[in-house]
């Protein structure tokens, strides 16, 4: 089976204040994306496709020629990124693993572990979630009877759904073929007018199995949004790896 990894790295990342793309940014010794292009190489990914866009010739430039490159001409959402990978990926067969690129914490163990939920609970698409305290501006996981409804994103949650502490660390698993054929029921009616990825969920929910899985170790979720995240996150690394 076939195993594709999908890193979406075309953002901006207008609060790092910074005039490199987001994913170039240095997480300690080298740009946030190579971390987790390092952890797909050390997994079970056979495949991986990095999505570009915001000056793209940086990107290409840190990252080697075992990834392809597909490009997001315009920032329309997640669901578009990884929309503009699809010709890059040359069967649909197997699995997807998609990545937003600024989780450098990621490790191949992890991986690993969610490939091996998704195919042995026999799902469609797998999300991994986790529970906070304060989930502040992450979309909601909303489930009904326990089973995953939907992801509502933070600018579109009404305040029922705020109050919700489950929440969508932006890493899925999917059945390839079904991925595609379910991007092109997304739609762009939202606050942000963007194409989300998350719509997946309410999508492929009606026919296909979806679930969801909280990982172990869920500081290897943390996103890098500004630099206190980014030094938050340099520092649990330090930590766990002692550099």
Same mark, same amino acid.
């Given at each position: 089976?076939?195993?594709?990894?999908?890193?979406?790295?075309?953002?901006?990342?207008?609060?790092?204040?910074?005039?490199?793309?987001?994913?170039?940014?240095?997480?300690?010794?080298?740009?946030?994306?190579?971390?987790?292009?390092?952890?797909?190489?050390?997994?079970?990914?056979?495949?991986?496709?990095?999505?570009?866009?915001?000056?793209? +010739?940086? $990107?290409?430039?840190?990252?080697?020629? #075992?990834?392809?490159?597909? *490009?997001? !001409?315009?920032? &329309?959402?997640? %669901?578009?990124?990884?929309?503009?990978?699809?010709?890059?990926?040359?069967?649909?067969?197997?699995?997807?693993?998609?990545?937003?690129?600024?989780?450098?914490?990621?490790?191949?163990?992890?991986?690993?572990?969610?490939?091996?939920?998704?195919?042995?609970?026999?799902?469609?698409?797998?999300?991994?979630?986790?529970?906070?305290?304060?989930?502040?501006?992450?979309?909601?996981?909303?489930?009904?009877?326990?089973?995953?409804?939907?992801?509502?994103?933070?600018?579109?949650?009404?305040? +029922?759904? $705020?109050?919700?502490?489950?929440?969508? #660390?932006?890493?899925?698993? *999917?059945? !390839?073929?079904? &991925?595609?054929? %379910?991007?092109?029921?997304?739609?762009?009616?939202?606050?942000?007018?963007?194409?989300?990825?998350?719509?997946?969920?309410?999508?492929?929910?009606?026919?296909?199995?979806?679930?969801?899985?909280?990982?172990?170790?869920?500081?290897?979720?943390?996103?890098?949004?500004?630099?206190?995240?980014?030094?938050?996150?340099?520092?649990?690394?330090?930590?766990?790896?002692?550099?």
């Amino acid at each position: 089976m076939l195993k594709h990894a999908i890193i979406l790295a075309a953002g901006k990342g207008t609060r790092m204040h910074t005039e490199l793309p987001k994913c170039a940014y240095p997480f300690l010794d080298k740009p946030m994306v190579s971390y987790i292009v390092d952890a797909c190489k050390e997994s079970e990914i056979d495949e991986i496709v990095v999505v570009v866009g915001f000056k793209k +010739e940086v $990107l290409i430039n840190v990252l080697d020629e #075992s990834c392809k490159i597909a *490009v997001q !001409t315009e920032q &329309l959402g997640t %669901g578009h990124a990884v929309m503009a990978a699809e010709g890059s990926i040359e069967s649909k067969e197997g699995i997807c693993l998609i990545f937003p690129g600024d989780m450098p914490l990621i490790d191949s163990k992890s991986i690993n572990k969610l490939i091996e939920k998704h195919l042995n609970d026999h799902n469609d698409l797998t999300v991994v979630t986790t529970i906070v305290d304060d989930p502040a501006r992450y979309g909601r996981i909303y489930r009904e009877n326990g089973i995953i409804k939907k992801i509502v994103e933070y600018k579109d949650c009404n305040p +029922e759904q $705020l109050l919700i502490k489950e929440i969508n #660390s932006g890493l899925f698993c *999917v059945n !390839t073929k079904l &991925l595609f054929e %379910g991007l092109k029921e997304v739609k762009n009616i939202n606050a942000q007018n963007e194409y989300y990825l998350t719509d997946l969920v309410e999508i492929l929910g009606r026919n296909y199995k979806v679930d969801s899985y909280v990982l172990e170790d869920d500081f290897i979720l943390t996103g890098i949004n500004d630099m206190e995240s980014l030094e938050k996150a340099e520092a649990i690394y330090k930590e766990r790896y002692k550099k």
